[in-house]
C-alpha cells in the first residue's frame, strides 16, 4: 500500500529520501511520500533425502531456488526398497532438479529466532555544511551529517511469521538547517534554526 503525505518545509528548500529495500520497490521521501514496503522472512526447510539423513538450512544456504510442493502420487521405491506414494521435485540455483519425496514444512514448528533485512537510505544529495538530518525507524535514530549521502538500517524481527509490528514503519525525520545571522547595531550574531518536520507511516 502507498501514502501520500503533503510536507511543508519552512526552509525553502527540498531533499529527498530514497530507501530501496530487497524484492521491494522504492520509497520516497520528498514533502510527498509514496511508499511500498514488503518483508519476506525466510522459511527453515527441512530436506530428508533418500538415505534417511536430514538436512536443515534455509533455501539460500541450501542452493535451492524452488520448492515444487504441488506432489503427485506415485509409486516410487527408492534404493532401500523403501515405497514413496508422493514425490515432487526441487530446483537448484544452477538450474538442476532432484525429485523429493515426503517431505513436509509444518510451519507450526518453526524454530524462534532474530531474522533481519537490511536496506540503505540514500539521499539524492550529500548535506551541505551546518545541515543535519535526523531519521527515526522505528525509535531508531539514523543521523546524516554534512557531506552524508547513504546509511544502512537493519530490521530485525523474531520467527517466520509476520506480525503487525513487522508491516508498519513508524518514520520520522527532522531536517535541521542552522544559518548565522547578524545584528548589525551592537555585532551580536546568533544561530537561527529552521525545522521541517515528516511523520511518514511506512505500510
Known amino acids: 500500500m502507498g501514502?501520500?503525505?503533503?510536507i511543508p518545509y519552512l526552509a525553502f528548500s527540498t531533499i529527498v529520501i530514497v530507501i530501496t529495500v530487497k524484492y521491494?520497490?522504492?520509497?520516497?521521501i520528498r514533502g510527498v511520500?509514496?511508499?511500498?514496503?514488503?518483508?519476506?522472512?525466510?522459511?527453515?526447510?527441512?530436506?530428508?533425502?533418500?538415505?534417511?539423513?536430514?538436512y536443515c538450512a534455509t533455501a539460500p544456504k541450501a542452493f535451492i531456488k524452488e520448492i515444487n510442493l504441488d506432489y503427485k502420487n506415485?509409486?516410487?521405491?527408492?534404493?532401500?526398497?523403501?515405497?514413496h506414494r508422493q514425490i515432487s521435485n526441487v530446483v537448484f540455483e544452477n538450474g538442476n532438479k532432484a525429485r523429493i519425496s515426503d517431505?513436509?514444512?509444518?510451519?507450526?514448528?518453526?524454530?524462534?529466532?532474530?531474522?533481519?533485512?537490511?536496506?540503505?537510505?540514500?539521499?539524492?544529495?550529500?548535506?551541505?555544511?551546518?545541515?543535519?538530518?535526523?531519521?527515526?525507524?522505528n525509535g531508531k535514530e539514523i543521523t546524516f551529517n554534512?557531506?552524508?549521502?547513504?546509511?544502512?538500517?537493519?530490521?530485525?524481527?523474531?520467527?517466520?511469521n509476520i506480525k503487525q509490528?513487522?508491516?508498519?514503519?513508524?518514520?520520522?525525520?527532522?531536517i535541521i538547517e542552522t544559518s548565522v545571522e547578524y545584528?548589525?547595531?551592537n555585532e551580536a550574531k546568533y544561530e537561527h534554526n529552521e525545522f521541517a518536520n515528516l511523520n511518514l507511516l511506512v505500510a
Not at 501514502?3 to 503533503?6: C, D, K, V
Not at 506415485?74 to 523403501?82: K, R, Y
Not at 514503519?169 to 527532522?174: M, Q, R
Request: aromatic content about 10%.
Open 3 to 6: 501514502m501520500i503525505i503533503f
Open 24 to 28: 521491494t520497490q522504492k520509497i520516497w
Open 33 to 54: 511520500v509514496m511508499v511500498t514496503l514488503f518483508l519476506i522472512p525466510a522459511y527453515d526447510i527441512i530436506i530428508t533425502n533418500i538415505l534417511g539423513a536430514c
Open 74 to 83: 506415485s509409486d516410487f521405491i527408492d534404493e532401500n526398497g523403501n515405497e
Open 103 to 137: 517431505v513436509w514444512l509444518d510451519n507450526q514448528t518453526a524454530i524462534e529466532k532474530s531474522q533481519s533485512m537490511e536496506f540503505t537510505i540514500s539521499l539524492n544529495r550529500a548535506l551541505k555544511k551546518d545541515e543535519t538530518l535526523i531519521l527515526s525507524v
Open 146 to 160: 554534512s557531506g552524508d549521502k547513504e546509511k544502512k538500517y537493519t530490521h530485525t524481527w523474531k520467527d517466520n
Open 165 to 174: 509490528e513487522d508491516k508498519e514503519f513508524e518514520v520520522s525525520a527532522n
Open 183 to 185: 545584528i548589525f547595531d
